[in-house]
């Protein structure tokens, strides 16, 4: 029994007044508790068999940890009040009583070295009581009943999970790579409140939920493939035949060092790429309202196994709402306003190293997002009829990483006139292309807008565009860090670091969109728009007044969000230990409004100079009491100087472009430091800004501000 723990409290309380006959209180609260933990001991069959990947196999036979908890929590308050001759005749006794019992299931298992197993169970019923006191025999059994049933539940939460290392490290051929594939599933079951019914007498029903949840981590290390082949391990780590480098004090001479191997410098370049690692993940998940069977085991009703095994375990297959409804465990009222529910959230990430040489590093990344969501009313029609997909919409958005550089240092003006030249050739294209007959695109349909708009801002051709908007490959951003400069005799001699940066990063991203209503009016609409359908077809409807064809999606907005952060920067320590920054920055905003037909454009530029150095010991340039002093401590200096162009306009297609904000900024701070103490320290700065609008409601605003700061620290 030293795996269980039992606790058990009671507590109960009477009370009677003048106005109150009897007040009894009573409350029951227990507990059981069942943990079992083991160390991991594994199977290994095949130990001494030649092959790794099959010598290596292991089996763990016995779950690492196991716990089952049960509470239990009753309360019962009866109410006994007198009448107004101080007797009990004709006034009913009220009662307020629950009764919980709530389960608790947790297993470990590590299933062998590289897969690892979990589970976890969460319960929590009611244990329905006859209205009153439990005084017949009657009302005794049917609580009775209710515990043989563990209760009536009102939430089932199940969660299930593996991790699996693959056995990458097992084979010569794969052991520089190695990955993660993670499985998680879930199924929830929400109770609507007791016994709820519409009109009709028809049971509304309950909530289920599954959820299922994919990812893989990767990792391709490429030094560790170089280092395989000997050629390749020679360049890749080979160090060059040491010089003795050694002189007497006061050698002026020069060292003369031998220029690089050729061959090895030549290797060390094709070997550029140092590794990759990629992340991958699916979350998907499906919501069933009305269902009307109760949780078991695993969460399928013991007679009926709904919902099934297959949706417990996390299946996305849409055709769940049609089985439920044919085997009986739907509600079938025409009146339930919980739509049935499908949701997919789809990541992608990779990001590399690449080193040219070990002066000369290359961060390349790119991501991918998108979600999904699709939902429906799945209900009767009528009265005791068939069940129907009514009102279905499709819905989500997206985003990925991009190269949009090309028009990135065009005149903006230019870019938005080549949009407004694109939508011809879009136009004609489309026409071609249309599905509709009776129906046509004009100039400013949002099938035409949207490919005409990413041709002109990506630098794609108009002619070769493709008409959806949603791209699946991610594009790679960058950082570059060159050290290279140090190398350089005039360089070394005034430098200790001199490193130049480069950043650029650009998103294109599609804002929330969700299917147009004519495309959902059918009977069978519902099959073009669920997850597994296309996401973005061609018009194929068109509006009876205008004729104008009206797209499945409808958009809100197109955009690009591109950094050059910085464009060009320079930071560099002098040999007296001066620190000298300089950036360029450069970023834009630019998104297609498709409710108004708008370009929202936003840009800044902007250039910053920095200069820092400490001093010690510090020559006071002035005389103290006749006599020349030092400053003891560090003194610091720091100085920022930052000028900003910023503006933001609103361009139209078939009127002039405005500013709609926009200014100059001007930023210089200088500041001094000194620490006099471990607790006292003192600054003096001063801050110069001014900003100079561009546009007519703003004002020209300026300030200065300076003073001395005095610091002092009670901490110990």
């Not at 860090?481 to 001699?493: E, H, Q, R, S």
Request: proline residues 4%; glycine residues 6%.
């Amino acid at each position: 029994f030293s795996n269980f723990t039992f606790s058990y409290a009671y507590a109960e309380m009477l009370r009677t007044s003048h106005l109150i006959a009897e007040y009894q209180q009573l409350s029951h609260r227990g507990n059981v508790l069942y943990s079992y933990s083991n160390s991991s001991r594994y199977l290994e069959p095949f130990k001494k068999f030649p092959f790794e990947l099959i010598r290596d196999f292991n089996l763990n036979l016995l779950p690492s940890s196991l716990m089952v908890r049960l509470d239990m929590d009753r309360s019962f308050i009866k109410t006994q009040l007198r009448n107004s001759e101080f007797t009990t005749v004709g006034v009913a006794p009220q009662f307020e009583k629950y009764w919980f019992f709530n389960r608790q299931y947790a297993l470990n298992w590590n299933l062998t070295k590289s897969v690892v197993l979990n589970y976890n169970t969460q319960v929590n019923s009611i244990i329905d009581e006859p209205i009153g006191d439990l005084d017949t025999q009657q009302k005794r059994d049917s609580v009775l009943i209710s515990l043989r049933a563990l209760g009536r539940a009102r939430s089932f939460d199940q969660q299930g999970g593996m991790v699996w290392r693959l056995p990458l490290q097992k084979s010569v051929l794969t052991d520089w790579m190695n990955a993660d594939y993670s499985h998680r599933i879930g199924y929830n079951y929400f109770a609507n409140s007791y016994d709820i019914r519409d009109s009709l007498d028809l049971p509304f029903g309950n909530i289920i939920k599954n959820t299922r949840e994919r990812s893989i981590n990767g990792k391709v290390d490429f030094v560790a493939l170089y280092n395989r082949i000997k050629a390749l391990r020679w360049a890749n780590n080979g160090n060059p035949i040491g010089k003795n480098v050694a002189r007497n004090p006061g050698d002026d001479d020069d060292i003369l060092i031998s220029p690089k191997n050729a061959l090895r410098s030549l290797t060390r370049l094709l070997l550029t790429l140092r590794g990759i690692q990629v992340n991958y993940s699916i979350n998907e998940s499906t919501t069933l309202p009305g269902f009307l069977p109760n949780p078991g085991l695993l969460g399928m009703n013991s007679q009926s196994t709904a919902p099934g095994f297959d949706f417990i375990s996390g299946s996305q297959n849409d055709q769940i709402r049609f089985t439920a409804g044919e085997n009986g465990w739907l509600s079938k009222s025409i009146v339930q306003n919980i739509p049935f529910t499908q949701t997919k959230q789809e990541k992608f990430s990779y990001i590399t190293q690449l080193e040219p040489n070990k002066d000369l590093r290359i961060q390349v990344e790119g991501n991918y997002n998108k979600g999904d969501n699709y939902q429906e009313f799945f209900r009767p029609k009528t009265v005791n009829g068939a069940f129907a997909s009514e009102s279905p919409i499709r819905s989500g958005n997206y985003s990925m990483s991009f190269l949009s550089f090309l028009t990135a240092f065009d005149d903006p003006a230019l870019v938005f006139e080549k949009f407004r030249t694109n939508r011809s050739i879009l136009l004609n294209r489309l026409t071609r292309a249309k599905l509709a007959e009776g129906g046509d695109y004009n100039i400013n349909s949002q099938d035409v807008l949207i490919p005409s708009f990413f041709a002109a801002y990506s630098g794609v051709s108009a002619n070769d565009v493709k008409y959806s908007p949603f791209y699946n490959l991610p594009l790679p951003n960058w950082k570059v860090d060159y050290n290279g400069l140090n190398l350089l005799p005039w360089i070394t001699k005034k430098f200790s670091s001199f490193t130049i940066t480069h950043m650029y990063s650009s998103t294109y991203s599609v804002g929330n969109f969700v299917s147009a209503l004519e495309y959902g009016q059918l009977a069978n609409d519902f099959q073009n728009l669920t997850l597994n359908s296309l996401l973005y077809p061609l018009s194929s409807r068109f509006d009876p007044d205008t004729k104008t064809l009206i797209p499945v999606y409808v958009m809100s907005t197109i955009s690009f969000t591109e950094r050059f952060s910085p464009l060009v920067g320079v930071n560099a320590i002098t040999k007296s230990r001066v620190s000298l920054r300089f950036e360029y920055n450069q970023d834009r905003n630019v998104g297609l409004n498709l409710s108004n037909n708008q370009v929202a454009e936003l840009s800044n530029k902007d250039l910053t100079f920095a200069i820092g150095f400490t001093k010690a010991n510090m020559l006071i340039p002035f005389k103290i009491n006749g006599r020349n002093v030092r400053l003891p401590n560090d003194l610091r200096f720091n100085c920022n100087l930052t000028i900003r162009d910023t503006r933001t306009l609103q361009r139209k297609l078939d009127a002039e472009t405005i500013v709609t904000q926009g200014f100059y900024n001007f930023q210089f701070r200088p500041q001094i430091s000194y620490a006099i103490s471990d607790k006292l320290s003192v600054t003096a700065y001063f801050d110069k800004m001014f900003n100079n609008p561009l546009v007519s409601n703003s004002f020209y605003r300026s300030t200065v501000a300076g003073g001395f700061q005095i610091r002092y620290s009670l901490s110990e």
